[in-house]
């Protein structure tokens, strides 16, 4: 039977995590990391999944039944995007899936909305429906709410288009930015973060303090806009005093911690224009920028405070078949 394999890159939030949540924009690069799946049609009405890297082995479930019930932990997003997509393209036979990665899912650079989107992409070619990138978009982040509930999309979008996007809220707005080149230094704090937990935190406190945190998330907005005009110019000295003002609104969210606080001040103190936090915070990354005769130092400075420099290249292709 024919089989297609398809890739997506990883993500990186520059700026605008958390506020990107309610109705504001932020700006997002895709990585050099890829998420591979490779999707077989067979005869049996099965749908089986093999994902080494989440643990998943020899998973098999009649293709009827699939979205539903317990799903186990690691196949669930995967699982989800094939009902998602049977629902509305009926299909005869059943599916063999393998998920390869380039990246670890400790890192939040967003390996499950890769996985989905590879898997609606592969569908869709394996079966000749030729969707277009803002209806795989559409699919998948469908089927992210469907899992987690809560999501802006950002990370769908980076899988999907690449490159380094402006995205607002459910891909309201979602434009690619026309740079070449993006020379950021990630730091891995050892630490893997629950976005749902940390968006459930800020919640509380904007629960409690609405015009506070409604009024932060207007000043991040203020950045991203900011940011956005710095980038497509590449003042890296300007996007870094962005990314420090970005990372204190962050902190004043709860959502910073010791260990990001100190790798992020020792790329600072030794010479990066700027450094905050990525994703939804609690952990996984920082990203900086820093001049290019710094850039042996901060990358030695986040060493030593503790954290794990990842190679990794910026503004990346987005999904594609391989």
């Given at each position: 039977m024919r089989s297609i394999t398809v890739s997506a890159p990883g993500k990186l939030m520059l700026l605008g995590e958390h506020s990107v949540v309610y109705n504001r924009p932020c700006i997002v690069t895709a990585v050099g990391q890829r998420m591979f799946v490779t999707v077989e049609k067979t005869k049996d009405e099965f749908f089986e999944l093999n994902a080494p890297d989440v643990n998943v082995r020899d998973y098999r479930r009649p293709i009827s039944e699939t979205g539903n019930g317990e799903i186990e932990k690691g196949a669930k997003f995967a699982e989800l995007a094939v009902a998602n997509f049977i629902n509305k393209f009926p299909i005869a036979g059943g599916l063999k899936m393998k998920t390869k990665s380039e990246f670890s899912s400790q890192f939040g650079f967003?390996?499950?909305?890769a996985?989905?989107?590879c898997v609606i992409k592969a569908l869709s070619e394996l079966f000749n429906k030729g969707l277009s990138d803002k209806q795989i978009f559409d699919l998948a982040y469908k089927t992210v709410l469907d899992i987690q509930g809560k999501g802006s999309g950002f990370d769908v979008a980076a899988a999907v288009f690449g490159g380094t996007l402006y995205f607002w809220t459910g891909g309201k707005i979602i434009k690619p930015l026309s740079i070449k080149h993006l020379p950021l230094i990630v730091g891995y704090s050892g630490v893997k973060a629950d976005t749902v937990t940390l968006i459930n935190q800020v919640k509380e406190k904007a629960d409690k303090y609405p015009q506070v945190i409604e009024g932060i998330y207007d000043q991040i907005q203020i950045l991203v806009d900011e940011g956005k005009k710095a980038l497509l110019k590449k003042d890296w000295e300007s996007l870094g005093e962005i990314m420090n003002f970005n990372?204190?609104?962050?902190?004043?969210?709860g959502v910073s911690t010791k260990k990001l606080a100190d790798i992020i001040y020792a790329a600072r103190e030794n010479g990066a224009y700027g450094a905050k936090l990525s994703g939804a915070g609690g952990g996984d990354c920082m990203i900086c920028l820093a001049p290019e005769e710094?850039?042996?130092s901060v990358k030695k400075a986040i060493e030593d405070a503790g954290g794990k420099v990842i190679e990794i290249k910026a503004n990346e292709e987005g999904v594609r078949v391989e």
């Open positions: 967003g390996s499950s909305s996985s989905t989107v990372q204190g609104y962050l902190a004043s969210l710094k850039i042996k």
